[in-house]
Every structure is written in C-alpha cells, then in structure tokens.
T-cell receptor, first 111, second 113 residues
C-alpha cells in the first residue's frame, strides 16, 4: 500500500461548481496535513494546512481531516478556470520525519 | 511568501559535463530538500538535509550529490550529466517541527543533450 493515495484524475467540473479532492494516507501517526496546488510547469504552492480533525476554511477552500478514517479532503467552492491545476496532498509525522507527497489529482474547471 | 531561490532556472548542457544547481533560502530553515519531477509526473524526493553537515538520500535513487555547509545553502551536483538527467529539479525548505510547511523554489529545468 502506498503511503498516500490520490486519484490522478483528471477531475472535470463546470465553472461555479464545487470540486472535491480526496486523499488517503496509511501512517497513523501523521500529525500535519497539507494541500498544494501546482500549475503546469510551475512549482507547488501551499494552499492550506490542517492539523486537527474537522474542517478548516480559507476563502473558497475548505480542508477536511478525519484521522480515524485516515483521509483528508479539499473542497473548492465556486470553481474557476484559474483553479485548473494539479492538487497534491502531503503529510508529515513530526520531528525528523520527511514530508510525504501524493501523486496529485489533476483538476479541470470547464468554463 | 517563501524566500527560496534557485539558479539557474534553465540550463541546456552537453553530455559528460559537470553541473551544480544552486539553492539558497533566507528563512533560516533547518530542513532542505531536492525533488525531481518530470513534466506531468509526480514529485520524487532525491535528497534532504536536517541541518549543517547532514545529508540523506531520498526515495528515488539519484546519481547527484548534495552538500550542506551552510544553513542557507544546499547545492546539488551532477559530476557527469547524461540525457537521462533531463528533468525539473525543485529545491524546498521547511522548519523543524510539526507545522513543517514546505516551501518550494521556482525550480531548475535541466536539459542534457
């Protein structure tokens, strides 16, 4: 089993819809979780981090964490064509452990 | 906004040449990383460092080497470049601790002809 599982997509949603991106992880001691956005040919940039169970909202983005079920999700409300990118989830177990990235989900927002 | 810089951004070089990709960060982060990523493909960790004089191999085997003599500087070297080394190389850094957000540089695109 891979440490981080993401559907590679592409996930296509119409403009204005809610895009839902999911990620599962296998390391039960993971403490910190991150969502990164990567445009084609660019480096990843941090969208959100989440450390506690529940929801965390930032503008049109909501991260959801469920440690018992070992999944983290990202909701993008009112999706825009500019949201079209690959979204990477990542987690960290703390201390000297390295951050582990998923393979990414490609999102396409159709105008 | 993260302050992590990579040079060169783009490099085309002949087979057999030695190259060094530079990476510097001004945030005082202890941890630094090198990732390799082909277009449209996943990130692969090739090297990381937890501090000065600390370097470790990542998940993907790489013929490159790294050094960490100063906190802010983490250069990557290829002694003899080959076409198979053509890729994007991303440098990143983070603080020690559970927050541990990784910040990426803009990347170095290497083409070996």
């Amino acid at each position: 089993q891979k440490e981080v599982e993401q559907n590679s997509g592409p996930l296509s949603v119409p403009e204005g819809a809610i895009a839902s991106l999911n990620c599962t992880y296998s390391d039960r001691v993971s403490q910190s979780f991150f969502w990164y956005r990567q445009y084609s040919g660019k480096s990843p940039e941090l969208i959100m981090s989440i450390y506690s169970n529940g929801d965390k909202e930032d503008g049109r983005f909501t991260a959801q964490l469920n440690k018992a079920s070992q999944y983290v999700s990202l909701l993008i409300r009112d999706s825009q064509p500019s949201d079209s990118a690959t979204y990477l989830c990542a987690f960290h177990s703390g201390g000297y452990q390295k951050v582990t990235f998923g393979t990414g989900t490609k999102l396409q927002v159709i105008p | 906004e993260a302050d992590i810089y990579q040079t060169p951004r783009y490099l085309v070089i002949g087979t057999g040449k030695k190259i060094t990709l530079e990476c510097s960060q001004t945030m005082g982060h202890d941890k630094m990383y090198w990732y390799q990523q082909d277009p449209g493909m996943e990130l692969h960790l090739i090297h990381y460092s937890y501090g000065v004089n600390s370097t470790e191999k990542g998940d993907l085997s790489s013929e490159s080497t790294v050094s960490r003599i100063r906190t802010e500087h983490f250069p990557l070297t290829l002694e003899s470049a080959r076409p198979s080394h053509t890729s994007q190389y991303l440098c990143a850094s983070s603080e020690y601790g559970t927050a541990n957000t990784i910040y990426f540089g803009e990347g170095s695109w290497l083409t070996v002809v």
